[in-house]
């Protein structure tokens, strides 16, 4: 790269780049710094201690976050596969049947929840919930995450399937490979790290919702979010601060995973 | 099993997309192990054809029969029919051993039976000792033989090879044009090729099939299609020839009776469908004898010539106007004829050939 348009030497790239990732990760890492604190004090540094991670696992708190885990989990693993299914059969729609009537609507249909402001779906899923006389509950969450997860799930899917030529299936046929089996011996193959990255963005998206889910849910069901939300209304306890860093540590891992599967894949076509 | 009987019959086979038409009514014979060759200019419907063949698209109007059976119905997992494509399409996240077998496994062979067949082929192809590596981890001209082995292994009634060569470099390309010719000697299998390379068509086929846009020019042997010619797009595709304005005062039999420019007469061997008045003959640069000017004999001016080496390419033109490329083989002559000298140019018996356009 010529070295006048490199852009490292900017006036001004060093110091912008720094304030970015302050911004960014300061209270990430104050939060994951506080939680091995000593003190229950959430500003004054106590010496440096496990406890509150212990708290978390045993203390009177503890019941409640453990269900709130175990719903968190099990919905998204069960919105993410469902949208991930969902999302695959739709790419395989819009990148391997040709041209069709609509096609270009079901393109925009399929990503218009990334548009819609999030708090408009969670008052319309809970209207649409009550309206069909739904009784909320972890099924409402199931289903309102499923449904906002798809295009989460769609994105990297889609790209992948963009990226994979057809040849490979033609060649398949062409080999007595009935329609399913080029499909599943050949193109699903082919499409694994964009349908891994594609269930791992999703799982974590759901993981993470706070806003739909405090709609939908019903009294009493709680997710991660939520429950420590209602925690904090009570105030800020550092056992929050190691719960959080929990749940960051398991949304970094995904989204390594993901990408790691991502490169993998590419490495290889 | 008769050498002739015709394994693939191309009936009038119209292919539209839309409001393009790609084929225009193609018909050809492909006889059983024969080489049939494909050639003609980029965008004349080669691939379509080669598609229509293997199921990948539905032809609009005509027939496609595999030994006398319509394959109409037939989608393109059930055709006995297999394709080298173009870039290969290796499945990349299997290995060599298993892109090989593949065919085999879905035609219901055991694992063994197809991994001792794939090995067989593998042989043939000389690629044994990659077998267990991926694709990806090949060279262009190795994958190239694996695209071919994967296609071989079923036992293809027909193969279909659409420019295999192409993403060759040139050396490789020479080396690969004879190993190709050989396997598709041991295999017996007819193999419909496509280029649009004349050296390699010329080199390898028993049979060309010269398209041009949509339609077929002309079938024949390698020879038949460079020494005669059907129409101005085969004889100017082909080789390098000069094309000569002529006036045609009869054709019977095969042979015409015609006047040169400048008036010299001139008997030759016509193409079929030729007739009398304003026609163009065909003649070759290498069959076009040099003299002195005089009686019989076609009068020009040398112009420029080019020292091509085993070849010495002398542009000319004739009292009329019109350019004539002429090559004398380089015999160590001391002189080459000067830019502005007269000659005289003798057309040999046989030579030329009057075309039916
Ligand atoms: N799917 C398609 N839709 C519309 N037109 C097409 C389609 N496929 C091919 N054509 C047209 O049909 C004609 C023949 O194309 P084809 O690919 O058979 O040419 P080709 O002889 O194989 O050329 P090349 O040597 O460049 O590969 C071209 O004019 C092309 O634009
Ligand atoms: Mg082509």
Same mark, same amino acid.
């Given at each position: 790269m010529a070295r006048h348009t490199d852009l490292r030497r900017f006036t001004g790239f060093r110091g912008l780049t720094i304030l970015c990732l302050v911004l960014l990760y300061a209270p990430l890492v104050i939060v994951a710094v506080y939680s091995f604190n000593d003190s229950a004090s959430i500003t004054r540094w106590g010496g440096f201690s496990g406890k509150w991670y212990v708290d978390v696992f045993t203390g009177p708190e503890s019941p409640k976050f453990r269900q709130a885990a175990v719903n968190s989990f099990v919905i998204a693993i069960g919105a993410a596969t469902c949208a991930t299914i969902i999302a695959t059969a739709a790419a395989v729609a819009m990148h391997r049947t040709g041209r069709f009537r609509g096609k270009g609507a079901s393109i925009a249909l399929i990503n218009l929840p990334l548009?819609?402001?999030?708090?408009?779906? +969670?008052?319309?899923?809970?209207?649409?919930?009550?309206?069909?006389?739904?009784? %909320?509950?972890?099924?409402?969450?199931?289903? +309102?995450? @499923?449904?906002?997860?798809?295009?989460? #799930?769609? @994105?990297? /899917?889609?790209a992948r399937m963009q990226s994979v030529? !057809?040849?490979?299936?033609? #060649?398949?046929? !062409?080999?007595?490979? %009935?329609?399913?089996?080029?499909?599943? @011996?050949?193109?699903?193959?082919?499409?694994?790290?964009? /349908?891994?990255? $594609?269930?791992?963005? #999703?799982? /974590? /998206?759901?993981?993470? !919702?706070?806003?739909?889910?405090?709609?939908?849910? $019903?009294?009493?069901?709680?997710?991660?979010? %939520? #429950?420590?939300? $209602?925690?904090?209304?009570?105030?800020?306890?550092?056992?929050?601060? +190691?719960?959080?860093? @929990?749940?960051?540590?398991?949304?970094?891992?995904?989204?390594?995973?993901?990408?790691?599967? $991502?490169? +993998?894949?590419?490495?290889?076509? | 099993m008769d050498q002739h009987s015709v394994a693939v019959d191309v009936d009038r086979v119209v292919k539209r997309y839309g409001t393009v038409t790609a084929l225009h009514g193609v018909s050809m014979d492909i006889r059983q192990g024969e080489f049939f060759t494909l050639l003609g200019p980029s965008g004349c419907g080669k691939t379509t054809l080669l598609r229509c063949i293997a199921g990948f698209e539905d032809v609009s109007e005509g027939a496609i029969r595999l030994k006398g059976e319509d394959i109409a119905p037939l989608p393109p997992h059930k055709r006995p029919v297999n394709t080298v494509f173009q870039q290969y399409a290796l499945f990349p996240h299997m290995t060599v051993l298993e892109n090989v077998s593949f065919g085999l496994r879905r035609r219901g062979w055991s694992d063994r039976d197809a991994s001792g067949r794939s090995r067989e082929v593998l042989e043939m192809v000389r690629l044994s000792d990659f077998a267990k590596r991926r694709p990806g981890q090949l060279s262009g001209g190795q994958q190239q033989r694996v695209a071919l082995a994967r296609a071989l292994a079923p036992g293809p009634e027909v193969l279909l090879l659409d420019e295999p060569l192409s993403a060759l470099d040139l050396k490789l390309r020479q080396a690969v044009r004879v190993e190709l010719k050989q396997i598709q000697r041991e295999t017996g299998i007819a193999f419909v090729f496509v280029t649009h390379d004349q050296e390699e068509a010329l080199t390898m086929s028993d049979r060309?099939?010269?398209?041009?846009?949509?339609?077929?020019?002309?079938?024949?042997?390698?020879?038949?299609?460079?020494?005669?010619?059907?129409?101005?797009?085969?004889?100017?595709?082909?080789?390098? =020839?000069?094309?000569?304005?002529? =006036?045609?005062?009869?054709?019977?039999?095969?042979?015409?009776?015609?006047?040169?420019?400048?008036? *010299?007469? *001139?008997?030759?061997? &016509? &193409?079929?469908?030729?007739?009398?008045?304003?026609?163009h003959v065909s003649v070759r640069p290498e069959r076009i004898a040099i003299g002195a000017p005089g009686a019989g004999t076609l009068p020009a001016t040398v112009a420029d010539h080019v020292y091509l080496g085993t070849d010495i390419q002398?542009?000319?033109? *004739?009292?009329d106007g019109a350019p004539i490329l002429v090559r004398m083989q380089n015999a160590g002559q001391d002189s080459v004829p000067e830019a502005g000298s007269r000659l005289g140019l003798t057309i040999e018996a046989g030579a030329a050939r009057l075309l039916a356009d």
């Open positions: 548009m819609v402001p999030e708090i408009v779906t +969670a008052v319309a899923s809970l209207i649409f919930f009550i309206t069909i006389g739904f009784t %909320t509950g972890l099924l409402t969450i199931f289903i +309102a995450h @499923l449904v906002f997860c798809i295009p989460f #799930a769609y @994105l990297p /899917i889609s030529p !057809d040849m490979y299936e033609q #060649a398949a046929m !062409d080999l007595y490979a %009935t329609p399913w089996e080029a499909f599943r @011996l050949v193109l699903l193959p082919l499409m694994i790290p964009g /349908i891994l990255s $594609g269930f791992l963005l #999703a799982f /974590i /998206i759901s993981l993470d !919702d706070f806003l739909i889910t405090n709609f939908v849910k $019903g009294a009493g069901i709680e997710t991660l979010p %939520t #429950a420590i939300f $209602g925690s904090v209304k009570q105030g800020i306890k550092p056992n929050i601060m +190691a719960i959080s860093t @929990l749940l960051l540590g398991v949304s970094v891992v995904f989204v390594t995973l993901s990408w790691l599967i $991502g490169r +993998a894949g590419q490495s290889r076509t | 060309i099939a010269v398209m041009s846009e949509g339609r077929v020019q002309q079938i024949g042997s390698p020879r038949a299609i460079y020494e005669a010619p059907q129409n101005r797009f085969v004889a100017d595709f082909i080789g390098e =020839t000069n094309l000569l304005d002529v =006036t045609v005062t009869s054709v019977s039999a095969g042979m015409a009776e015609l006047e040169l420019p400048g008036g *010299l007469p *001139l008997r030759c061997p &016509a &193409a079929e469908g030729a007739v009398q008045g304003a026609g002398l542009h000319a033109k *004739l009292d």
